[in-house]
């Protein structure tokens, strides 16, 4: 066996997205990031996605509005149908005659009055080629998402605002905006619709029964008059998932509360005008009552004390490794918090009040949010033990679902941590400069690196464990008191082998053992030679290379010469 000196470089594709910063564009940004893909958005308005993306800390793969670039791939975003033909006629002229591969991300269900833009637009798309190719999305919900990019969210923010509900006369197909991210991501490097169409949406619901649900989500909501006719695209190939519709639509319109512009439009409710007379009580009747009043008053506040403390507690539970109990300290956490944050806006109903709970408001959202990241992180920590006493264990198990449920979960981890950076650097004020004042704050950027690197780890544990064939590695134990290239002298190693995703057997040996063994002669470097006093190259100094990949590639050498492995 000689060895291998040859290097690879860290090649990354470039996609190039052609979007405003709505939901599912900063969704996509932040997953093709995450898959180590580098991002050129082709904007007319950098400055709204500088702000949408601030939260990203990958900037050296993020380009905005670049003057020239050649991407691999193309992502353009049209799901109102807004775009002009000027615009797909630029599409094309760009990259038509380039290799890249282009889709065209459109909506699945849309109004009658529409079929004729549609229409036009695929006419468009057909004749492009077969390097382009046509994503149809259901009805997005989610965080992050506006009225022009679903229906859906249209309907949910006037319902929120207006207290009115534009009726339909056809089917929602609803589906989450991370799922969609995903899909989209994986046909963009797959074979991919190309010169085809592909159909990403959820289960068919249909419009009554939205309705419903929004008035059991929204309370007392008047349908507008008039029915809107709604039709579905053609596609040949449709991925359908599966979505929890009340859940989706409930984190939608928390969402959508967030928002200031929306804050602003919701409506209080009105006042209830009756002309009381003042009774006459005693002293301590109205003591009593003052007394309630404030407990009452203080009560959201008690919740959002306990919120922050627990989140406090939980975080060091969880830097001294005692996960049970962190885990139990975030749910209370999340919990209390979701108490003060319904409370609070229930008084934010009270005229004159809901500017001054503003701020508390936003603080119970916040910590809400903060508590539920916590949650997650000991989910993926419990799954990573998991994984990992597999490894060392006797059982035989499914390395590769094991394995994808953990890089999923840090990948939600990763996606949820820049929602709550986001929200934390576009807020001002006393909190979130509080906030961005401590430590903690400066080391959140390095830990969503090691995320990433982490999830990489994880997406390649199959081929590092042995699912697909036995594997051995050879583990060099070197000492930093005597010095070399490397790190230090190699006194011993160990051979540890998988197989199946289990560790089957760890050998570890004296480095002279296996250096008594070597037959013949191994001219040494002249270094060696001269200061060592050696006359033959042995395992024990193969680490005279500082690029560990050479010296790794020679330690092999030897161990194969020496021992046979």
């Known amino acids: 066996m000689s060895p291998d000196t040859s290097f690879t470089p860290d090649y990354r ?55 020239e670039v050649s991407p691999e791939y193309v992502v353009f975003i049209d799901l109102d149908l807004k775009k002009s033909d000027g615009d797909y006629e630029k599409l094309i002229k760009l990259y038509s005659k380039s290799n890249a591969k282009i889709l065209v991300i459109l909506p699945y269900s849309f109004k009658v009055k529409d079929s004729a833009r549609l229409g036009a637009i695929q006419e468009i798309i057909k004749q492009a080629g077969s390097d382009f190719g046509a994503i149809y999305l259901g009805d997005l919900v989610g965080p992050r998402i506006n009225g022009a990019e679903s229906d859906l969210v249209g309907a949910l923010t006037e319902g929120l605002t207006k207290k009115t509900w534009p009726l339909l006369e056809g089917s929602y197909y609803p589906v989450n905006i991370f799922a969609a991210g995903r899909e989209i991501a994986k046909s963009l490097f797959s074979f991919g619709p190309y010169g085809d169409s592909l159909a990403i949406i959820g289960p068919e619901v249909g419009g009554t029964h939205v309705f419903e649900r ?160 916590g949650e997650k992180g000991i989910t993926a920590i419990k799954e990573g033990s998991l994984l990992f006493s597999k490894v060392l264990g006797e059982d035989v198990y499914d390395p590769r679902a094991l394995s994808q449920n953990l890089a999923l979960e840090l990948d939600e981890l990763y996606q949820e941590s820049g929602f709550l950076l986001t929200e934390v650097e576009g807020g001002g004020g006393i909190l979130a400069n509080f906030i961005k004042s401590r430590p903690f704050y400066k080391i959140i950027p390095e830990a969503r690196e090691k995320l990433l690197l982490t999830k990489r780890i994880i997406g390649e544990f199959p081929a590092l464990t042995g699912v697909e064939k036995p594997t051995t590695y050879l583990i060099l134990f070197q000492n930093n008191m005597e010095l070399r290239p490397t790190g230090g002298f190699i006194g011993s190693f160990a051979l540890a082998s998988f197989d199946g995703g289990r560790l089957t057997n760890l050998q570890v040996s004296d480095v002279y053992a296996a250096d008594g063994q070597l037959k013949g002669h191994v001219e040494p470097p002249l270094p060696i030679k001269n200061y060592l006093g050696e006359a033959n190259w042995y395992l024990r100094d193969s680490n005279w290379d500082a690029d560990f990949p050479t010296s790794a590639s020679r330690a092999e050498w030897f161990l194969d010469k020496e021992i046979d492995q």
Request: net charge positive; glycine share 8%.
């Open 13 to 67: 594709p470039t996609v190039a997205i052609f979007s405003e910063p709505g939901g599912l564009a900063v969704s996509l940004v932040e997953k093709l990031l995450a898959d180590f893909c580098k991002v050129a958005i082709m904007a007319d308005d950098p400055k709204s996605w500088g702000k949408a993306t601030d939260h990203i800390s990958q900037k050296n793969f993020l380009e905005i509005a670049p003057a």
């Open 214 to 373: 929004a008035g059991a989500l929204l309370g007392q909501i008047e349908p507008s008059s008039g029915a809107e006719k709604r039709r579905e695209a053609v596609a040949p190939q449709k991925i359908v998932g599966q979505v929890n519709l009340e859940q989706a639509m409930k984190e939608t319109v928390e969402w959508l509360k967030t928002v200031p512009q929306r804050k602003q439009l919701i409506k209080e409710e009105k006042k209830v005008r009756e002309e009381l007379k003042t009774p006459v009580v005693s002293k301590r009747l109205v003591l009593r009552f003052l007394l309630v009043l404030f407990g009452v008053i203080l009560l959201p506040y008690i919740f959002l004390s306990l919120s922050a403390a627990t989140l406090l507690a939980a975080s060091q539970f969880m830097g001294n490794g005692k996960f049970e109990a962190a885990g139990y300290f975030f749910g209370a956490g999340r919990v209390s918090a979701d108490i003060a944050f319904g409370q609070i806006s229930l008084y934010s109903k009270i005229p004159l009040a809901g500017q001054a709970l503003v701020g508390s408001k936003n603080l119970s959202a916040l910590l809400k949010k903060g508590n539920a990241l």
